[in-house]
């Protein structure tokens, strides 16, 4: 299978070099030359297999024999050693769990999945392999426990001083060996801009090894198609028809769900549930899509004020925005309504549900107005609650319990290496690191 950028369908590489690179030379996004359809059979008979089987079989369709077989099993054994439970509100009405890994969020998939694929790709390297990360919240703890201890990786993680959680910020600080972290001053925004522009960055490019582990990187991308197949899986046998509701940042989830319909799943539709960082909800509207600077909510993975995944979704549909409309369903929500939709998930269906998913609930709501009940309705719920335990326990008034996995983090000590939002000081940085 061929990769080509979302600037130019002729630049084309193989997965190793579009794992590698991240970004095209062009700075495009790499697209697959075709989604692989499963096979009928496969399709019809999804729960004769495990969720690593089912995972295999799609990665194999992507990667063809770049990877050999009993090696990208390792891989898929390795990073999915983890569950993605259906969890079952009300008839017709499910919540899919993607917190079960360590960092306690849906990244887990691709971040893990990533790692094992880079190192796989790094070995026969005698030169390190620098990754460079932007990340709002979860994409940073993520990779940070994705890569932690990768032979042959440095990760250095860029975030938003002040503007992700203390247990988000521990999680990324705290790791140290080849995990470095940089607090930069400014907004998340800022360090996506300035991620992208090192990678364009001829000089620096000629001295370091550089790659990215944003969702940008299509090995970030498939792996989280495997959890929809689970998903359909675990719904079984339906006469109604599947809608999926995702809280939205980058799309890269979003994104990984229009490959699973292109594969062959029977999806009838796609809610694309935002804050207020609503850019890809006027484009539903409009047909423009007009980047802003993010604002600060309660769903903070979600402050994207210029979704990256947006250029793979005009290529996977030609541009066709009536064709868009048709598959992804979109609206915007503030934090006033996020709260009320905490505490009424928690009243109606006893479900602790974290503000993420609560984006995701309210957008259901909307959608059962626009187009009544008669659907199975899956919303992702894309991280565990305890991640935001203060501001859940505030608005529901009851103990939240920290998984022991999160809880290990609290202790040890923060250290990151604070820099302005100007290019040049994390590209001084960066030369020192090598
Ligand atoms: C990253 C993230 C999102 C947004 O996912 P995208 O793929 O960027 O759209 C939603 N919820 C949580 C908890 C996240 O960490």
Redesign the pocket.
Known sequence: MNYYSTNNKNLKVSFKDAVLKGLAEDGGLFMPESIPELNKNFIQNLNTFSFQEMAFTIAKNFIDDEIEEDQLEKIIYDSINFDAPLVKLDENFFILELFHGPSL???DFGARFMARVFSHFNKDNYKELVILVAT????GS?VANGFYEAEGIKVVILYPSGKISDIQEKQITTLGKNIIALEIEGTFDDCQHLVKKAFVDTELKTKMNLSSAN?INIARLIP?SFYYVNAIKQLGVTNKKIVFS??????????AGLFAKKMGLNIERFIAAVNRNNVFTEYIETGKLEPRPSVKTL?N??D?GN?S?FSRILELYENNHDQIKKDIYSKSFNDEQTILAIKEVYKNFNYII?P?GAVGYLAVKEFAKDYGNEFNIIILE??HPA?FSETIENILGIDIKTPERLKKYQSREKHSIKISNEYDKLKDYLITVE
């Open positions: 969020a849906f990244k709002s919240g979860d994409t993520a969702s989280q995702v809280p939205s940042g980058n799309f890269g989830n979003l994104t769903s993975a979600m994207v979704p995944n974290d993420h894309t991280a991640k």
